[in-house]
């Protein structure tokens, strides 16, 4: 059990510490992108357990979403349950949490609080860019170019939107998310590449992400228009992605995927990408159905 768990001044990088370690020991990021831009811009809150005033476990929570983390040393210790038990009277009904890697403890942990699962998001690895198929015929009038953003800013968060009306973090992003990801430092236009047909309509996009000094590049964003389904841009833009990553000297490419976006994972599985990780979220039920209120 913890000495304390408690908040201060310090909690963020604190918790990006424990987040950081946990990392290193799981090879899974227990906070994910989106976890890490809403605390570096304080939109998620804080909270640390502490033993000898050091920071053995972190929470971020806040506008619905809950990421947990205990490092490795003191797992198993109960610090995890004094952590998310501190924070249940604070938590929003249904509020979601994301386990990484899909560990049995995070899994138990949650069961035991009412959280149930909800979702399975697959991490996805093309292990060789040397073998790739060969590019597809363009579709008639399909040209893809390189993202604009003076140009093709609001077309494509029109178009993200209707792509991913059904995904509760992609489709939501705003014209401020999509700025906060260009001022990242593996954010390059020429890595996003959008489709358009004779008339200047955006049809579908596939943004890369190819972080410094790493061999892996990410199929970060894969979209197609819904009236556009069935015309092959997703696959062509795939393939003009992968070849890019290949030219620019990455060796494999990555990507995450719904457990249940069974057209996807048929297009990624013809491509040669096999399963690599799993990730599971869970939303705690409602404060009638667990007996709390």
Partial sequence: MPESVSS?????????????NALLHDGVDPFNEQSRLDLASGRRSVRLARDSGTAIAAAAFG?????????PDARGRGVGTALLESLLPDLEPQVTAWSHGDHPAARALAERHGFDLVRTL????????????????PADGIRIQEFDA???????????????????????????????????AWFDPADFLVARDTTGRMLGFHWMKLEPNKDDGEVYVLGVDPDAAGRGIGKLLLAEGL???????????????????????????????????????????????????
């Fill in 63 to 71: 506008n619905g979403e809950l990421d947990l983390v205990v490092l």
């Fill in 243 to 293: 070849r890019r990553m290949r030219e620019k000297g990455r060796s494999s490419a990555s990507l995450y995927v719904e457990g249940d976006n069974e057209p996807a994972l048929g297009l990624y599985r013809r491509f040669g990408f096999v399963d690599d990780a799993v990730d599971v979220q869970f939303q705690r039920r409602g404060f009638d159905e667990v007996g709390r209120r």
């Fill in 122 to 137: 697959l991490r996805l690895r093309l292990p060789s860019l040397d073998t790739l198929p060969g590019s597809p015929a």
């Fill in 8 to 20: 201060r001044s310090d909690d963020v990088a604190g918790a990006l510490a424990v987040a950081d």
């Fill in 150 to 184: 003076e140009t093709d800013a609001s077309d494509w968060l029109a178009l993200n939107a209707r792509a991913f009306a059904s995904h509760p973090e992609q489709g939501g992003m705003s014209a401020g998310d999509l700025a906060e990801r260009e001022a990242e």
